[in-house]
C-alpha cells in the first residue's frame, strides 16, 4: 500500500474511504475550518464507541459561501474572551440547524441525538481555536489490533475537505492520505498543541449549556404548545413595523391632519409592500382617507412623484401636494400623454399615484398605453374604493401597472400571467353559458372565482371596512378618544311622483324606444323599437371574409369588434332610457345629438359612398371637416383630437380621409354594405324624429308639466322646514339635467350647482358650506341645497348635509354609495341617522289602463337600466324593497367585516394583555413541528415563506397538496390555549418532503396564448429581416416571450405592421410607440426580481 496517494471525489469519495478507515481506529482527531452537522452525519453510524475530537479553527457557519467573510472572522475572533467565543459559536449552530435545508428531517435528528448521547458519555468534545486556522486534518488513531505493533499508529488525511456532506462528497475537493508513521506523529504533535490552547465548546461538562443555548432554540426539542405556533403566525403573517424616518400626517403638516391609528398600520403596511412589490392597491371604503394614506407615503419616500387624478379632483390633490410637501405635479386623467412626455427621461426612482385607478381597466386604450410606459419601473400607488368590482382582466389590468406578469414578484401562483389567463377564460366561458341560458349557478361561480382573485392580490392590497373599525378596539378606541365616529344609515326610501294625465305620453315613449314585449334582436323583424344601426355598420357587411383581416389588423378579433358595435348600439338606446328618466330636457337633447350623428352617417355614404368607422362610435360631419369655422361639437367631448385644426385646410376629400384614418378612424366602401344599412338608418331616424315632434307638440300645448320636479319641490320645503340645520345633497348623472334643476329651482331654495365644467372658486364655496372637517371661521352658510353630477361624488366631504337625494333612478349600487360616501365622513360626525331618497315614476288613482301603463313602463325601464332579472318588480312596494336590499347589499360589501379583523383585534390583545406570551411565540424556532390531536381534517399543515410571500400549504393523508389562501390556513393553527401539542409520527417525513418539494418548485416556462404567438412571430420575423435593428427587436421579443410585459395596445401596435412595407420604416414606427427605454425598464425591473428560495417556519400535523 502506497504511503500517500491523492482523494480527488472522482472515483472514491471522501466519506466512502473514511467509512473504511474507521472500522480499524478508536481515537479520531478532526481539524476543520467549518463544522457542519451533515458531515457528521455521512459518518455517525462507524463512529459508535469511539473518542472524537474536533477543533474548529474558524466558526460553525451557516452557509457555504462565506470566503468574504473570513478576514473579518479572523480579526474578530482574535479580539473575543473564551465566553465571547462559545456565545458566538452557540449561535451559529442555531442558525445552521435552523436554516440549512439537509438538516430539516427526522434522519438528521436521529444523528444529531447520536452526536449528544456520545457527548453525555465523554466520547465527543468540541474545541474551539483562539488563533482563526483554516486548516482541514482528520487523523485517525488505528487500534491495538491493527497498529501493527506500533509501526502503522493511524491515518492522516489533509486537504481541503471541511466536515460537510459537500466537502467528504463533493468532486470540486482535492486531499492527501498519508499513511506513514512520521507524517502521523507529526500531524498529531500539531493537533495536541492547537488543542491545549483553544476553547471548550462542548463536551460533557458543559452539555447543560449547550442544551439552554442550542438545543432550546431549534426544531427538533419537546413539542410546543399549539398556541405559541398560532401567535408566531399571526405575528408574522400581520405585523408590519414603522418604518425608520417615517412621519405621520399630523407630523409632515404640523397639526392640519391628525393621527388615526388605522391609518398609520396602513401606512406601515404600504410602504413594506411597495418595498417588497413595487406598488400597492390602497382600496379601503369610501370616506376613510385613501388620498391621507397615498400622500403620507409620497412624503415618505421623498421620490419624484406623479399624480393622475379625475379633473374634478386635480385641486384637491394640489392642497396635499402642497400639505404633505410631495415633490412633482399633478395631471387629470386626460392628459397621460403629457405626463409621461415629461417624465420618460427621468432615470432616477419615481412615484406614481393614480386616483380612482379602477378606470384604467382597458389595456388595449392608448390612454392605458401611457400609463404603462409612465409606471414602467416606477413604484405605483394605486387608489380605488372599488377593486372586485369589475371584471378579471379589468383587475389584472391594474396588476399590471406595478407589476410584471411573466416575472412578479408573488411566488404563490406558477406565473401571474397564466393564473390570470386561466381565470380570464374561466368567466368568459360563464359568461357564455349565462347568455345561453345555460343552467348554472352563476352567482356562486363568480364569487369562486373573485375568491380566487382576492387570494392572488392579498399582498398587495389594503382595505378595510367601517365595521373593522369598530370591531378592533384598538381602532375603535383611537377614533372614540379622538371624538370621531360614524352615522347611523337609514335604508333608502321611495320619493314616487304622479305622471297623471302624462301617463300616456312617458308609456308611449318607452314602447317606441324599447317596446316591453320584445327582445332587442327582435326589434328589426317586427320594425320596432331603436335598433341602432348606426352604431354597427359592421352587421350590414356583404362579405365578413373580405373585411375580416383588414379588421383584425385594425381593431384585434373581428368578432369582439363587431361585438363591440352591437354593445355600443344597445349602450346608446339604453342612455336615451337614461335620459328620459332623468329629465326630459336631458332626454329631448340627446334626441337631437343622435338625430345629428344618425344624418352625419347618411351624408358620408349619400355624397362619398364611404361608411366610416371608429372603434367608440363616434363619426365627424363629413361637411364639417372641410368648413374653416368649424368649432367643436359635442361629441368631441367623448373623442378628442379626431379633428385637428390643420385638418381643416385640407379642402382634398382624399386629404381629409387620410388623415382621420391616422386618427383611428377606418372607412368601408359604400358598395360593400348591404342596402338594409341605409334602411334602418332612416327606420331609426324618423322614430327620433316622431318621439321628439310628439314632445315638442306637448309642450307647445302646455299640458307638459315635470311631476318629479313638483314633487321635490314639495318635499325641498318639508326637509328644510323640519329640520333647517339638514342640508340637501341631490345627484343626477347628467350635467344637462343639474343645469334644468338648478334654474328651475334657484328662485326658490338657496341652491347652489356644480359639474366639472365649473371653475375651481365654485367648488370652493360648496365645501364652506357643506364640508363639516373645515375649521368654523371658514365655514359659510350661504346655501342649504347643492344640486351635482357625480364629478363631486368622489374625493370631497359633503358631511354637512344629512340627507341624499338621487334624482335619476340608482341603476349602479356601487354609485350610490360613492355618492353617500361624501355625507359620511369620518372625520367629523354632524348627525346621528342619515338619509337616502330615490325618485320613480307612479300613478296614484283606480284607472285600470293607467295603473297598467305605468306598470308597463315601469317595467320597461327598470328591465333597460337595471336587467332582466328585475321583471318582478311591478309595484312601488317591490320597487322600494328592491332599491332597498340592493343599497343593502352594497353597503354590506362596503361594510363587511375583513377576514383578518378577528385575527388583529385577537393580535392587539394579547400583546396588551400577554406579552410575555409574544415573547416566548418569537423564540419558537425555525421549522418547528409539532402533532396536535384536534383537528377534522387529516394531514399536514406547513407556514412558509417564499420571497416576500407567506405561504400556506396542506397535504391530505393521500399525498395531495393544496395552497390555501391565508384565511384558512390560518384558521388551521388556530387552537385554545390548553391545547398540548405532541411530537409528530414516524409517518411525518415522507409527507413533509412533497410539501417542501411543491414549496421550492421553480415556476414553470411560460407558454404563449394564440395572439401573443402571432405578435412574436412578428418580432420574430422582422428579428431577422432587420438586422440594423436587432438589439431593439431582440429586447422586444424577449419582453414578449420571456415577461408578457406589454399591454395590449402595444401588442395591437404590433400587430399593425405591414410586412409588404419597408420594414426598416415599420420598425421605426414602431420604436415610437414602444420606445427601447421602456423595454429597458421592464427589464431593468424583472432583473431586480429574486425568486428567492423558501424557508419554513411552522408545520403541524393532524
Known sequence: MPQHSFITNEETLLSDIINDILPTTDELYFLVGYFYFSGYKELYENIKHKTLKILIGMDIEPSLYNGLKEVYIASSIQDMGDEDIREKVYQNYVEMISNIEEFDSSEFKKSFYHFLDMVKKGLIEIRKTRIPNHAKMYIFRKSKEHNENGNYPGVVITGSSNLSISGLSNRNEINVILRDKQDYENAKKIFDSLWENSVEILDKNNL?????????????????????????????????????????????????????????????????????HNGVIIADVVGLGKSIIAATIANYFQLETVIIAPPHLMAEWEKYRKKFEIRGDVYSSGLLDKAYEEYKKVTKDMLIIIDESHKYRN????????????????KVILLTATPFNNRVEDIFSMIKLFQIPGKSTIQTTETLALTFRNLINEEKQLTKKRKNTEQINYDEEIKKIGKQIRNIIEPFIIRRTRIDLEKIPRYKDDLKNQGLSFSEVESPKLITYDLEELTEIYEWTIEQIC????????????????????????????????????????FGSFELFAQGQRNIASFMRRMLVYRFESSIPSFLKSIDNMINSYNNMLKWVNKFNQVPIYKKGYIPDPDEVLNEELEENIENELFPEIISKDLLEKKSMENVINELKNKGIWFIDGNEIRKEFIEEIERDIKLLEKVKDRWVDENKNSKYEDKKLKV???????????????????????????????????????????NSSLKQKTLNKILKNFDAGLDECEQENDYDIL?????????????????????????????????????NRINKKVFEKLYIYNCFPTYIGEEETK??????????????????????????????????????????????????????????RIKKEYPAMIEEADKIPLKTKIKRKNNNRKGIITFAKKGYNYLFVFIDQNGNVELLDAKNGIEMFKCELKEEGENVSESFDEKYKILKKY????????????????TFEIVRLLEEKVKDRSNYLKLLRETIEELNGLPDYCMREINKIDLNNDLYLEVDKLKTKIPEDYLKNIKKRAQTIDESKETIILSEEF
Request: charged content about 35%; proline content about 4%.
Open 712 to 754: 321635490i319641490k314639495k318635499y325641498l320645503e318639508e326637509f328644510l322646514k323640519e329640520q333647517p340645520e339638514r342640508k340637501i345633497v341631490i345627484f343626477s348623472q347628467f350635467a344637462d339635467t343639474v343645469d334644468y334643476i338648478y334654474d328651475e329651482l334657484k328662485d326658490k331654495f338657496r341652491i347652489i350647482k356644480y
Open 999 to 1014: 414549496i421550492s418548485n421553480q415556476k414553470k416556462k411560460r407558454i404563449l396564448d394564440k395572439g401573443e404567438q402571432k
Open 851 to 908: 295603473i297598467k301603463a305605468i306598470s308597463t313602463m315601469k317595467i320597461s325601464i327598470i328591465q333597460e337600466l337595471l336587467g332582466s332579472d328585475t321583471k318582478i318588480l311591478t309595484d312601488d312596494e317591490k320597487i322600494q324593497s328592491f332599491f332597498v336590499e340592493q343599497f343593502k347589499n352594497q353597503m354590506d360589501e362596503e361594510s363587511k367585516e375583513s377576514w383578518d379583523t378577528y385575527y388583529l383585534a385577537f393580535l392587539d
Open 363 to 378: 389595456e388595449a386604450t392608448q390612454t392605458y398605453g401611457y400609463l404603462h410606459k409612465l409606471c414602467s419601473g416606477r
Open 787 to 823: 344640486i351635482s353630477t357625480d364629478a363631486i361624488s368622489e374625493g370631497y366631504n359633503l358631511h354637512r348635509a344629512g340627507i341624499l337625494i338621487n334624482y335619476d333612478i340608482p341603476y349602479n349600487p356601487t354609485k350610490v354609495i360613492q355618492r353617500f360616501g361624501r355625507i
Open 208 to 276: 447543560d449549556i449547550f442544551h439552554k443555548k442550542v438545543l432550546s432554540n431549534v426544531w427538533f426539542e419537546s413539542p410546543l404548545k399549539p398556541f405559541l405556533l398560532y401567535l408566531r403566525v399571526l405575528k408574522e403573517y400581520f405585523e408590519v413595523e414603522k418604518p425608520e424616518g417615517l412621519k405621520y400626517p399630523h407630523e409632515i403638516t404640523e397639526g392640519g391632519y391628525i393621527n388615526l391609528e388605522y391609518q398609520k398600520d396602513a401606512i406601515n403596511k404600504a410602504i413594506s409592500t411597495i418595498k417588497k
Open 515 to 554: 317596446p316591453p314585449d320584445l327582445r332587442p334582436e327582435e326589434y328589426k323583424s317586427k320594425k320596432k323599437g331603436l335598433i341602432g344601426a348606426r352604431y354597427k355598420p359592421v352587421d350590414y357587411l356583404k362579405n365578413y371574409e373580405k373585411y375580416k383581416k383588414q379588421v383584425e389588423e385594425e
